[in-house]
């Protein structure tokens, strides 16, 4: 499968740095402060300390394109993040969801040049995730991620390190009043007079930032389907498409680079069929590199039995697999 590249995720981090003015000390702030904000479009609901900034853009993966709807809220010494994006493949075997999620958090510990704290297999209603933790000598940066179907959630907290705090506290107190958020700010400084020290006050940010994170839900009716059709009975999701159903079926041209260097194994390309039952669009999801471009355009030169729903004509989306082997 192809990886999304690392610059994925990489504005996440860069605005958590650019966006914080510092954190705060101790205790969790006041239930009254919390507001709920709910997203209908991205199907999720969350807590936050106000309202979120919404940005929306368009990333160039070697998947396709993928359009990432982003929620930030910055209080003071903190940054909030949800982000939402729909894939334009669907990851439907265990391995493949695997890979997926195994490597999405090695960006932000790229561009930052943190250490990986921990990393753990989280779900959430059953969907898979993972939950991550980075530190850098200013920032301690947790993320949680989740595949739900063809959707992928990011929730984010960055919080100041006590070394950050214990040098330039007053100043986020400062910023925090400028920005109009005068409560905060008083709360974040009579609980500094009681921390004993900055190390404590980085713990109370930490908590903030978990209480966040797991405030997060899922709502609407987002599932991860192995066979579906849609509202409209224009489609249907299946795991692998049947050979056996091909009129005509196109055998991959072997790359001459590949045969030297030995290359061989199974590509996995996912197919668009149409009504007719022609393939309108084929993307190689899995397998060497070499073999990637011959499998894809073979596909596209396989013609299947036309498919119904209730009687009526639809679109096919699945997988396709080919083998090279040497001979």
Do not use: C
Request: proline share 5%; aromatic share 10%; net charge neutral.
């Amino acid at each position: 499968m192809k990886r999304i590249p690392q610059s994925f995720f990489l504005t996440l981090f860069v605005f958590a740095i650019s966006g914080f003015a510092q954190t705060q000390p101790r205790p969790i702030i006041p239930e009254e402060f919390w507001k709920e904000f709910s997203s209908t479009t991205g199907s999720f609901k969350v807590k936050l300390l106000g309202n979120p900034t919404e940005t929306s853009t368009t990333i160039e993966s070697s998947l396709g394109k993928i359009r990432r709807h982003t929620f930030t809220f910055g209080a003071g010494f903190a940054t909030f993040l949800v982000s939402y994006s729909d894939l334009p493949v669907i990851l439907a075997e265990p391995d493949q969801v695997k890979e997926f999620l195994d490597h999405m958090h090695e960006g932000e510990v790229s561009f930052v040049q943190g250490k990986l704290l921990s990393m753990t297999e989280i779900e959430l209603d059953g969907y898979p995730g993972r939950d991550f933790i980075v530190e850098t000598p200013n920032l301690k940066f947790r993320m949680r991620y989740y595949l739900v179907g063809q959707r992928f959630y990011q929730i984010a907290a960055s919080t100041l390190t006590a070394g950050f705090l214990a040098a330039d506290f007053q100043r986020g107190l400062d910023d925090l009043e400028k920005q109009g958020q005068k409560d905060l700010a008083k709360i974040f400084r009579e609980n500094a007079n009681n921390a004993n020290n900055a190390a404590e006050g980085a713990r109370s940010l930490e908590i903030i930032a978990d209480e966040f994170i797991a405030s997060f839900k899922l709502t609407g009716k987002l599932v991860n389907k192995v066979i579906t059709v849609d509202e409209k009975r224009k489609a249907i999701e299946v795991k692998k498409v049947d050979p056996g159903s091909a009129l005509k079926k196109v055998a991959p041209a072997y790359p001459a680079e590949a045969k030297a260097t030995g290359v061989s194994g199974k590509v996995e390309a996912q197919v668009t069929i149409s009504e007719e039952g022609r393939v309108i669009e084929a993307i190689a999801i899995s397998g060497p590199e070499l073999l990637r471009e011959p499998a894809v355009q073979a596909a596209k030169e396989w013609v299947f039995k036309p498919t119904k729903a209730d009687n009526m004509p639809v679109k096919v989306r699945g997988i396709l697999t080919f083998n090279f082997e040497l001979q």
